[in-house]
């Protein structure tokens, strides 16, 4: 029997299963069935038959070898050829290059410790893909020594990129803390783990601090490793000389909250020449504002200052010759702030009812003892200063200072924009927002510690290699920051974008309604999921390779065969092919 395929003009061919006979001596053909309606996989699978191929299932034919995660890996690998990282880090290909972007990657992925992560990409097509497969421990060592050694050159190209004349430079620093046992007393300590303010609230613990230079979008431009109690405002000029001399940048708007462009910075600031500000002024300098009744708590100035309808105004200070300052209040802040007081001062007389219950019942006694104890209560929460407390060797009595707390509290929700950039070229409304912009760098820093790259705990020792992780872990929140923005449209972000530059620069801000939207119906309008980054990345990842053999045995040929994928992981590689950078 065979397959017969008889054609047809403009049709679907007549497809017949016939067979040969004789007839003396001649051959003959007979129908045996009209086969048209099968699909012509059918009929090919039909016609090896007859032709005598050993056919056996799909399972059979072949052995998976290994199975490997990969759609999240390429996503990475794509966007850094995208933004040119690999020539940005070096223009030479050389393997410590490779090693450095597959510990990026790897960063991005599933950060681990470097041991625990030359284990890890293994587990997927990362080791082969980024031709580090061989790569132990110290060798991730070795190539961050490397990159330190690179990281001028590397942050002066970041700068030309992203940084221009005349522009915002947005710059605020962080600390981590480390893991282990470290200390002076071990013998093991580095060198820049010093105990000092905690932003990580792990207060005692030796850490190390960071500034992180972005542009005005948040996207990061240098990082600076210092001791862990290095003072914010001591950081600063280094960048300013960084800027102007390394990066090449000679007129910059500098923005930095008010820890960290103080009074004596700002003095410093004058001498260079072509640099403005946008800061804040700190609750003190406020106060005094208020008492020389240059603003009143309703925000009420003088006519002949600007009064903006947002709670919003502009006015000018002798004590700020040639600065705008920009006072505003935000109602919400204040119903928090108001909250949040009276819930610490009701928590700390609770605690103080105690140790007078303590007191009175004569199992606490000794003006130093209950001095001790209150003095615990008192500062655990920072509300000493709204009370008197009268102690004795066997009392103990505390009242509010209602006036303290009043005038305070009269202060609630106002905070005062400084700046030196003229009106011309920023109204009262943009250095609002210029200053509010400052959460881009706070949400880089969320990212480093905590959300995705987990750049703490440190567990280096050197000092060289606490820089070369902070200095790591920048680069991978750089790819990231790209990713997230290229993939706008299919995690719950919002899109719209522009509507920072309109929107009331007092208010709390808050999502567009087409992101308030996203986040309500938790799907695209095709069904697809919405996804956070993350378990973006998760879905990404089972695009797998699989490695196969032709049969059993061993010395088999093998082949690789990858998930074809579904709309929305073929989505998320176009949106990275299209990315603007």
Known sequence: MHIHIVPNRGSRPTILLRESYREGKKVKKRTIANLSHLPMPQIELLRAVFQGADLQP????????????????????????????????????????????ALIASRILSPHTKLATTRWWHTTTLADEGGVADVDEQDCYAAMDWLLARQDRIQKKLAARHLKADGLVLYDLSSSYFEGTTGHAAGNACPLAQRGYSRDGRRGTLQVNYGLMTDDRGCPVAVTVHEGNTADPTTLMPEITRLKEDFGIRQFVMVGDRGMISSTAIATLRDHGGIDWITALKSASIRALVE?????????????????????AEFQHPDYPGERLVACRNPELAKLRAHKREDLLQATEEALRTIQTRVGAGRLTGQDKIGVAVGRVVNRYKVAKHFTLTLTDTTLTFTRKEDAIAAEAALDGIYIIRTSVKAERLDSASCVRHYKSLSQVERAFRSLKTVDLKVRPIHHRLSDRVRAHIFLCMLAYYVEWHLKAAWRELLFADEDQAAKTTRDPVAPAERSAGAKAKIARRHHADGTPIHSFQTLLTELATIVRNTCRTSAEDDAPTFTVTTRPNPLQARAMELIDTLAV
């Not at 759609?71 to 794509?78: D, I, L, P, S, Y």
């Not at 020539?87 to 450095?100: F, H, M, T």
């Not at 020389?292 to 919003?312: G, H, M, Y």
């Open 58 to 101: 799909a399972g059979l034919g072949f052995v998976v070898e290994r199975s490997q995660p990969h759609g999240h890996v390429e996503a990475v690998q794509r966007m850094m050829e995208r933004l040119g990282l690999a020539s940005l880090i070096s223009a030479k290909p050389c393997r410590e290059r490779d090693i450095v972007l």
């Open 292 to 312: 020389d009744q240059t603003i009143q708590p309703d925000l009420s100035l003088p006519a002949a200052w600007l009064v903006d309808e947002r709670n919003l």
